[in-house]
Each structure stands twice: as C-alpha cells, then as structure tokens.
C-alpha cells in the first residue's frame, strides 16, 4: 500500500462518520490523487484555478471538487463547471460574481463564507459583522446557496489561540441559527462548518468541525 492511501484509510478510521474528509491535493500531481481515490477518497480540495481545471479535466468524473482558495473573479468559468463547492467566497465582489455566473448558466452553486478568524491579518475572509450582513442579504443571490462557514485558525503550536479562533466559526453559525428569521435568504440546513487542517484537525473535530481539510499528512509537504 501506497503511503497515501495509507493515510487516507488511517483518516477514515480515526475521522467520525459524520465529518467530512477534504483531501486537499494542491500542489500535487494527478497520480497523487488518483492513488488516494483508489483508497476510496472522493472529495479533493483545489486552491489554484488552473490546477483545479487541468486535474478535473484528466481524472475521474466522480470526484467532488472543492476550491478552497483565493479566487479571482476572472477565474470563475474554470472553476465553476467543476467544483461542486467553492468553500473560501471572501468578499461580496465574488459572491455577486458567482451569482451572475449562476444567472447566466442556470445554476445554483454551494458555496460557504469563508470567516477571518487568525490573528494573522494576510488570511483572507469576511468578519462576523459582514458575514451577518451578507447573510440577511442572501435572498438577493438567487443562484447560490450559502451552505455555512469555514476559517483557518492562526498558524500556532497553542491550542488555547486555535480553540478560540475556531470558536468564533462555530459561535456565529449557532448565532445565524438561532435567529433563522432574520436570514430568510438561507437555505434550510445552513450550517455546515469547514475547520481543522493537518496540524489542527483533531481540536477541529473534537469542537464540531463537519468538514476537515486534510493536505500534508496525506499528501506529503508541498513543494511551492
Ligand atoms: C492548503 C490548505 C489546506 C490544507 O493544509 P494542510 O496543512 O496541508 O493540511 C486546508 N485549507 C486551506 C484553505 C488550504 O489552503
């Protein structure tokens, strides 16, 4: 057996049944990702357009795509045919952008709103005022559902930072919830949260990550 497919089934086993795997093979040849898939992984995550579109081009049509990156409002068209959910709408600029794709291609995409939650100001994201503010607003944005949150936590060794970075995702979520009536504009099961990385899935998933998105330890490092 491969050293990623071991990884993947060890994740399998350790990873609850109702927490998503993301394998996030950015920076990684398509054989990589086909000896995942051959250990049953399906859902792989892209965080560069070009990559996403040349890699859904030559490999299987049942893998579910995720991009997980920066996206630029210009790479939409090589990004939306394949991906199943864009987790990482960080500004209003793409979400309308994605819209009026969805408008003129008559289709809905699920995406999630990606939440500025490190203390690291270069991570991209909404804060949690804007994020209530595009939520109330969701109606207007007929051809995406606005399916939940997801966040990077600060890139540190202390648990105490990552938990109460995380904590922000899942206290704004259970917020929305609550006041369901003010956001009509969301579908019905919003909710979904998106947390938790090699270094921090554990604490992810213990806090009630529904999906974790898991790249070195099953691929190896990146070489960038
Ligand atoms: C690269 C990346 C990951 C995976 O990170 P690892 O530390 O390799 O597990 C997860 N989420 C996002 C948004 C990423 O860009």
């Given at each position: 057996m491969t050293d990623i497919a071991h990884a993947i089934i060890e994740l399998e086993k350790e990873l609850p049944s109702n927490v998503k795997l993301v394998a996030v093979s950015k920076f990684h040849p398509a054989e990589a990702v086909m000896e995942a898939y051959r250990a049953g992984q399906r859902v792989f995550g892209?965080?560069?357009?070009q990559e996403l579109a040349a890699?859904?081009?030559?490999?299987?049509?049942d893998i579910i795509w995720h991009f997980i990156g920066h996206l630029q409002t210009n790479k939409l068209k090589l990004v939306l045919p394949v991906?199943?959910?864009?987790?990482?709408?960080?500004?209003?600029?793409?979400?309308?952008?994605?819209?009026?794709w969805g408008n003129e291609n008559g289709r809905t995409v699920?995406?999630?709103?990606?939440?500025?939650?490190?203390?690291?100001s270069t991570k991209q994201g909404f804060s949690g005022d804007e994020i209530l503010s595009v939520a109330e607003n969701a109606?207007?944005?007929g051809h995406v559902r606005i399916r939940g949150l997801m966040g990077m936590a600060t890139y540190t060794d202390d648990e105490f930072i990552i938990r109460k970075?995380?904590?922000?995702?899942?206290?704004?979520?259970?917020?929305?919830r609550e006041n369901k009536d003010s956001y009509p504009g969301l579908p019905?099961?919003?909710?979904?949260?998106?947390f938790g990385m090699t270094h921090d899935?554990?604490?992810?998933?213990?806090?009630?990550?529904?999906?974790?998105?898991?790249?070195?330890l099953i691929f190896g490092e990146r070489t960038y």
């Open positions: 892209e965080s560069r357009p890699k859904a081009a030559c490999l299987p049509d991906a199943s959910m864009v987790e990482s709408v960080d500004s209003l600029h793409l979400l309308s952008a994605i819209e009026k699920d995406v999630l709103l990606e939440m500025h939650i490190a203390s690291e109606a207007a944005f970075d995380f904590a922000k995702l899942v206290a704004l979520r259970d917020e929305i019905e099961d919003f909710g979904i949260l998106s899935f554990r604490i992810a998933v213990e806090m009630g990550a529904d999906i974790v998105r898991i790249g070195t």
